[in-house]
């Protein structure tokens, strides 16, 4: 299994970017995708998710309003859409795989997010 995430960069604050995540070598559809940051110095937190059908997201309060979550079950991938970024969002963004049902998750190599003020 394999989890490529891609997106990140440089920018200023104000501005937007989009993260992807593919998966590949999942052997089940009904799975959670989720996307994680952790800044330097600092835990991994949770940052939004989506569910297998992409009926129900879910946010943290730090990005509600600003990040979207999408999700295309015919390609595996979940997109992280990003607006009016802050220099708090500068963290690396990870997804995971939540997979529920007693299975493993899995992680992706993560992705540099830096947001200058």
């Known amino acids: 299994v394999q989890l490529q995430a891609s997106g990140g960069g440089l920018v200023q604050a104000g501005d937007s970017l989009r993260l992807s995540c593919t998966a590949s070598?999942?052997?089940?559809?009904?799975?959670?995708m989720t996307w994680f940051r952790q800044a330097p110095g600092k835990e991994r937190v949770f940052v939004s998710g989506?569910?297998?059908?992409?009926?129900?997201?879910s946010y943290t309060d730090a990005v509600r309003g600003r990040f979207t979550i999408s999700r295309d079950k015919s390609k595996n991938t979940v997109t992280l859409q990003m607006n009016s970024l802050k220099p708090e969002d500068t963290a690396v963004y990870y997804c995971?795989?939540?997979?529920?049902?007693?299975?493993?998750?899995?992680w992706g190599q993560g992705t540099q997010v830096t947001v200058s003020s």
């Open positions: 070598g999942l052997t089940f559809s009904d799975y959670t």
């Open positions: 989506v569910n297998w059908d992409g009926s129900f997201t």
């Open positions: 995971k795989v939540v997979a529920g049902w007693g299975r493993r998750d899995y």
